[in-house]
């Protein structure tokens, strides 16, 4: 399975925008690019995917690089509760039917 | 609409006690997905239901492990004779299907603690 870097963790101050970064070098043609996030004491909740083009939903956007190597999962506006892990996963054709979650980034949000 | 849930939210056993796990998928969705996260780590697929179609098995740590679900819905999950290590949070999702392109949906999880 193509696999995805991630930073360990990143601060943001609130109300401000934030960029969540994820490198996936080896991602194939037909690899979808899917986030989830984390918040303490839950379990994952869905948050964006795409495939080749920009992504835009009522919790996120989604920048996918041109080369596909790279995407950023922009959260316009952060506020406390978007504090999670969140998590950059790569479903391609013989990745199984699971998510496989890596580290993911931590996210502290600062009032 | 509801959500995915899931039954007890929190169990404590004793070593060697059988335990079952249940999950409610949500309506109409054909995939269930079972993982776990053990305390500080990340999480790990279990097993995962499409249709009618034989389950994938392939993350089932040891055979003590088993899951069933019952009319393409409900799910049990079952382990036999726990051991300390498997005390973690047992999640569950359901999807509309099994393309790739679709998102899963989690439950609260479950809680296990063996003493």
């Known amino acids: 399975d193509a696999k995805t870097t991630q930073p360990n963790s990143m601060e943001s101050n609130e109300e401000e925008p934030v960029h969540l970064p994820c490198n996936h070098s080896t991602i194939s043609g037909t690899d979808y690019i899917h986030w989830y996030r984390q918040l303490p004491s839950q379990g994952p909740e869905y948050v964006i995917h795409?495939?080749?083009s920009n992504v835009n939903n009522r919790m996120a956007s989604l920048a996918i690089a041109e080369d596909r190597k790279s995407s950023t999962l922009i959260l316009h506006r952060a506020t406390l509760r978007d504090a999670a892990v969140y998590y950059c996963i790569l479903r391609g054709h013989n990745a199984g039917n699971m998510l496989t979650f890596g580290g993911g980034t931590r996210l502290m949000v600062k009032p | 609409g509801a959500g995915v849930s899931q039954s007890p939210s929190n169990k404590v056993t004793e070593k060697g006690k059988d335990v079952e796990l249940r999950c409610d998928p949500i309506?109409?969705?054909?995939?269930l997905y079972w993982y776990r996260q053990s305390l500080g780590q990340g999480l790990e697929f279990l097993i995962y239901f499409q249709g009618n179609s034989a389950p994938d098995k392939s993350g089932l740590p040891s055979d003590r492990f088993s899951a069933e679900r019952t009319g393409g819905s409900v799910s049990t999950l079952t382990i036999q004779r726990t051991q300390q290590e498997d005390s973690a949070v047992y999640l569950c999702a359901s999807s509309p299907g099994q393309a790739r392109s679709y998102e899963q949906y989690f439950g609260p999880g479950t809680r296990l603690t063996v003493t």
């Open positions: 795409g495939l080749t």
């Open positions: 309506s109409g969705h054909t995939a």
